[in-house]
């Protein structure tokens, strides 16, 4: 389950419009979060969802935080992630070795910088509540 709604997102990205699958951005998102804090310890709902009302703030900003940036890629799986270099005319693309070094990260910098500022990262086990 998404940590925003579809609706929530609507209102971070006002006034930029919505994109169409921003439903799948926000799992995506959502996804991506859970792993970074994989370790984190708070009470959660039946639904998963943390039951802290900071704790739950935090992680709606921080999946639209993440579901936008994943829209800017214009690249939702990661399959352009070892691209260096692309043209639109006549379609050239040249894929890097490999994706170890310099490569566009798959993590927004913006959500590392919000969870460091709001105390989840580094992640050590923490009971929220």
Do not use: H
Not at 13 to 37: C, E, G, W
Not at 72 to 79: I, K, V, Y
């Amino acid at each position: 389950m998404a940590y925003a709604t579809v609706e929530e997102f609507t209102e971070y990205l006002d006034p930029d419009p919505v994109p169409a699958n921003a439903a799948r951005l926000l799992s995506r998102a959502s996804t991506k979060l859970d792993q970074i804090l994989t370790g984190a310890v708070y009470k959660t709902d039946s639904d998963g969802l943390p039951t802290d009302p900071a704790l739950a703030a935090v992680f709606r900003e921080a999946v639209c935080i993440q579901a936008q940036y994943i829209a800017a890629l214009g690249d939702e799986t990661g399959a352009n992630a070892n691209v260096s270099q692309m043209s639109l005319g006549n379609q050239t693309i040249t894929r890097a070795l490999s994706v170890v070094g310099p490569g566009t990260p798959r993590v927004s910098q913006d959500l590392l910088d919000l969870l460091q500022v709001k105390g989840l990262l580094p992640v050590f086990p923490i009971v929220w509540g």
